[in-house]
């Protein structure tokens, strides 16, 4: 249970990690629906590759398309690329960062499935039953009347009548199979023989400095668009409350008798509407919401936060009779 725990608080650490959980999550599934898929061949000559080939070919382009469209970072690349210069600059390397990390977490599902039915076998001998030689195998089903190339289209269906009692089907199928496994393992050696290739030959290319840099700011990127959206939900939260409480004010009947406040309950008053002020940030009308998120998209802000960090903030120091200090915070 307590790994369990670790998993789940690191792929809900940062984008980053949850992007690669929900790509496993989808790795995951494309397995599932493979073993639970009703997999008929037609077992008939002009048919069988092109059912092979929709089975190997569709359901990884939807697992493609799929894991583009879940992918945070799909997001926050096409924001960073389609958005105006303004008051920031572009910067061609993290778009390309994003992108690159947007493909190989879209691959990871289709790249499973295609794995996962060359290893099972049962597309390759529905495809390239038609193909064998069946010299090469004995007790050939030819008391049928049927042509070769008919009985070969038929081995993938186990059920059919002709291979009652035959070794037949099971050799071909026997055979075939082999190959597909061999074609699924070799496809997996190269890939990970790639990627480490990749991780060796990398470092020797690029500036890791400028690799940090990149990561740096895609990150920044993100987390950038994620607390703006979070701040834009707090402000209008704030800002539905005070229209629904100010409705409920004005419809009141003028005729209801006012006593001023006192003046504790005015000075409390005036500290609330302080508060309620400072959580809307000035931003008390729609134009100037309007306003606001025209200015974010066309003119992003530059990245320079010397201002805010460095504003003078207020300092507490007690002194007793004789000046000397006994509490500072300076």
């Known amino acids: 249970m307590e790994r369990l725990k670790l998993v789940l608080q690191y792929f809900q650490s940062n984008s980053e990690s949850i992007s690669n959980g929900i790509c496993i999550i989808l790795a995951l599934v494309s397995v599932k629906l493979y073993t639970s898929f009703d997999f008929n061949c037609p077992c008939l000559p002009q048919y069988n590759k092109l059912y092979s080939l929709g089975v190997m070919i569709i359901p990884p382009i939807i697992l493609f398309f799929l894991g583009i469209l879940v992918n945070r970072h799909t997001g926050v690349m096409m924001d960073e690329w ?21 493909m190989q977490r879209a691959l990871l599902a289709p790249m499973v499935w295609i794995l996962v039915t060359l290893l099972d076998g049962k597309i390759f001998i529905c495809a390239f039953s ?15 009347g049927l042509e070769v190339i008919r009985i070969m289209a038929k081995v993938p269906c186990k059920e059919d009548v002709i291979f009652k009692n035959s070794s037949f ?9 082999c190959y597909s496994q061999a074609v699924g393992w070799s496809i997996l050696l190269f890939l990970i023989i790639l990627g480490a290739l990749g991780r060796l030959v990398k470092p020797c290319f690029d500036d890791h400095a400028t690799f940090l840099q990149t990561r740096y700011w895609s990150n920044y990127l993100d987390m950038e668009q994620k607390l ?18 100010q409705f409920f004010e004005d419809m009141r009947e003028d005729t209801i008798f006012r006593l001023p406040h006192p003046p504790i309950i005015s000075k409390f008053l005036d500290g609330w509407e302080e508060e309620e002020e400072e ?11 309007d306003q606001l998120l025209n200015k974010w998209f066309y003119s992003k ?22 000046r000397k200090i006994l509490y500072s915070d300076v």
């Not at 038609?130 to 049928?144: A, E, H, M, R, Y």
């Open 82 to 102: 389609m958005r105006p210069t303004g008051n920031r600059s572009k910067n061609p390397a993290v778009v390309k960062y994003l992108f690159s990390a947007m």
């Open 130 to 144: 038609v193909t064998v030689d069946p010299g090469l195998f004995s007790g050939l089903p030819n008391s049928t």
């Open 169 to 177: 089907r099971k050799a071909v199928s026997r055979y075939i199979r």
């Open 228 to 245: 703006f959206d979070e701040t834009c939900v707090l402000h209008a939260r704030e800002f539905a409350q005070n229209c629904v409480v």
């Open 279 to 289: 959580r809307l940030h000035g931003i008390t009308k729609q134009e100037q919401m």
């Open 301 to 322: 802000p530059e990245l320079d936060v010397t201002r805010i960090a460095h504003r003078p903030r207020t300092c507490v120091t007690w002194e007793d009779r004789d």
